[in-house]
């Protein structure tokens, strides 16, 4: 199974899937980001189609059609974002519906958008984690494949706790795509890992 990644900051989970002996066939990126300068180290594909503007202005359907066109021409059957800040509408969702993968830094349903370890954090939550999940129109609310805890300490800051976040999402978000490509996870009943 062919699969893409998507991304927009430093790529330290894509990163943690190439020294996890994972192989995308290429790297989205919605913005100039580390993780496609981790894609050219890697000799993979990069793909920047960059957003436009960052407000109401932004044609989001029009953005994510134009992505699921190039990662359809590309012959992809999974897609995993790995930091990917724009969400997406439309057409890409009946394409790819049940094999879009994300990962969220908090233990949904709990703290859902851009912001969640700050959100946790300042929340005073004591225990919060990572959610890898099958990504859906609806931000953040897809059927929940894994979890995994991290405690919060009282030293921590918002910066070190997202720190702690990332490594058990270096860990386990590559394990999820493998079982993903190995189909020990049913596409139509995503909910059912064996
Ligand atoms: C991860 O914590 C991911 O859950 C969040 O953005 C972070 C990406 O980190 N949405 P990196 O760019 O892979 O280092």
Do not use: W
Not at 71 to 95: C, K, Q
Request: proline share 4%; hydrophobic share 45%.
């Amino acid at each position: 199974m062919r699969f893409a990644v998507l991304a927009s900051g430093g790529g330290s989970i894509l990163e943690a899937m190439l020294d996890q002996g994972l192989s995308p066939y290429v790297v989205c990126a919605d913005r100039h980001c580390g993780a496609l300068e981790i894609a050219e180290r890697a000799g993979i594909e990069r793909l920047l189609i960059e957003r436009e503007s960052f407000d109401a202005r932004f044609d989001r359907v029009g953005y994510s059609n134009r992505l699921c066109e190039e990662l359809l021409s590309r012959d992809i059957e999974l897609i995993a974002m790995a930091g990917f800040m724009t969400l997406l509408a439309g057409r890409v969702f009946e394409v790819f519906g049940g094999r879009i993968l994300n990962t969220h830094p908090a233990l949904l349903p709990a703290f859902k958008g851009a912001h969640a370890v700050r959100d946790a954090f300042n929340m005073g939550v004591k225990v919060t984690g990572c959610t890898i999940h099958i990504a859906t129109p609806e931000m953040d609310s897809g059927p929940i494949l894994a979890q995994r805890a991290v405690e919060v300490d009282p030293s921590d800051t918002i910066d070190s706790l997202h720190e702690k976040i990332k490594r058990v999402e270096r860990e386990l978000y590559p394990e999820v795509i493998r079982a993903f490509l190995a189909k020990e996870y049913e596409v139509n009943d995503p909910t059912t890992a064996i």
